[in-house]
Every structure is written in C-alpha cells, then in structure tokens.
T-cell receptor
Framework: AQTIHQWPVAEIKAVGSPLSLGCTIK??????LYWYWQATGGTLQQLFY??????VESVVQLNLSASRPKDDQFILSTEKLLLSHSGFYLC?????????????FGPGTRLLVL | GEQVEQLPSILRVQERSSASINCTYE??????FPWYKQEPGENPKLIID?????ERKQIQGLIVLLDKKAKRFSLHITDTQPADSAMYFC?????????????FGHGTILRVHP
C-alpha cells in the first residue's frame, strides 16, 4: 500500500529565515505530486505540481519554490519567509495517466512564521 | 481558469436529519468533481467523487448529484451523525488538461447537533 510522509510535522520560524519542507511517497511508481497551502480555516490552494523527476510547474506564486529531486520526493522551499507563509502545507499524489484525477493528501506540515 | 463557489459556509443540522452542500463551477470543460472531508487538525480525506458521465452517485449515506447544464453539483448527507461534523470541500478539475489542477470551493463547516 502507498504511504505518504511529510516532514517536519510542524515548524515555528522567524520572518526572513529559510524554509524547506519535504514529502515522500512510497508504494507508487512515478506518481504525480502536488503542493497545497491552506490558511487556518481557509480553502486549499494548489501551489505546484510535478509529473516527473526534475519537472515542476507553478500554479500560484507565493515567493515559494518546489523541486522534485527523486521520483518519490517533492520539496517546497523558500530563502526568505514572510508572515503570510504561515499555514498548513499539504503534499498530495495521484496516479500517472488514467486515474490521475483522484488526489490523496499527506498528513501536512503546520508552519507558523513569527 | 476555474472558479468554484460553495454554499453554505456554515451548516448546522440536528442529528439524523439530512445536510446538503451546493457547489457551482464556471469551466464547462471540468469533468471530475471530488468531495473532501477535513476534521480539525487533520488532512482532507476524499469521501466521494463523481465524473461528468454520471448524474448521481451514492456511497452509503453520501449522495452526489451533478447537473452539467447548470454547472452545479451537490453533496447530500443522509441520517447525519455527530461524527459527520467537519469541514467539507468540493472541487472541480478538467482531467483532459493533464495538469492535475484541482480548484477547491471555500469549504462548508458542518455541525451536527445531538
């Protein structure tokens, strides 16, 4: 069965500091991967998606970047955090090709920027 | 792009009654409509979805209706229980675009009172 992990579980960071969040998925070969952001009590905003290693498409610019260094790994990062980056970051996956529409979310990382 | 409107934002019902959440979308090319349930502090979990080749789908006490002409879809929870209390999100996607772009509504907080 597939499992999706996100790290860290939670972070408290200072404005202007760098950030790196990670996501790994096991049990699925070549999945599509996605990053989402959710403000407290808010909706889910898709940030990035990737269909293969080394290829990342940006959906919304929030002074964040993403990379896919391995087939099973997706990284979200920034060199300088803003207060507005606080929220819940969710990684999601879907199958490649047919059936790629159904997305499943990881456990998420809570970020508080002070 | 796609826009998804979701109403109501808050829904309070008595236990064992039914609850209905309505969503509308703008892009006539959207053909996949999932519903997610998110409990406090948790990640969103897929509970039911419907594709454009169907008008109705039921999984136990969950019913989804799709009216493509009106660009409207809805979730109906029959015989609600306090455990159904959560945030619910609808979403829409055009799977033909092969981007995995999923646009979410703003969510409905459902409170089921004993």
């Amino acid at each position: 069965a597939q499992t999706i992990h996100q790290w860290p579980v939670a972070e408290i960071k200072a404005v202007g500091s760098p950030l790196s969040l990670g996501c790994t998925i096991k049990g699925k070969s070549s999945p599509n991967l996605y990053w989402y952001w959710q403000a407290t009590g808010g909706t889910l905003q898709q940030l990035f998606y990737s269909i293969t290693v080394g290829q990342v498409e940006s959906v919304v610019q929030l002074n964040l970047s993403a990379s896919r260094p391995k087939d099973d790994q997706f990284i979200l990062s920034t060199e300088k955090l803003l207060l507005s980056h606080s929220g819940f970051y969710l990684c999601a996956w879907s199958l490649r090709g047919g059936g790629q529409d159904t997305q499943y979310f990881g456990p998420g990382t809570r970020l508080l920027v002070l | 792009g796609e826009q998804v409107e979701q109403l109501p934002s808050i829904l309070r019902v008595q236990e064992r009654s039914s609850a209905s959440i309505n969503c509308t979308y703008e892009n006539s090319a959207s053909n996949y409509f999932p519903w997610y349930k998110q409990e406090p502090g948790e990640n969103p979990k897929l509970i039911i979805d419907i594709r454009s080749n169907m008008e109705r789908k039921q999984i136990q006490g969950l019913i989804v209706l799709l009216d493509k002409k009106a660009k409207r879809f809805s979730l109906h929870i029959t015989d609600t229980q306090p455990a159904d209390s959560a945030m619910y999100f609808c979403a829409a996607s055009n799977t033909g675009a092969n981007t995995g772009k999923l646009t979410f509504g703003h969510g409905t907080i459902l409170r089921v009172h004993p």
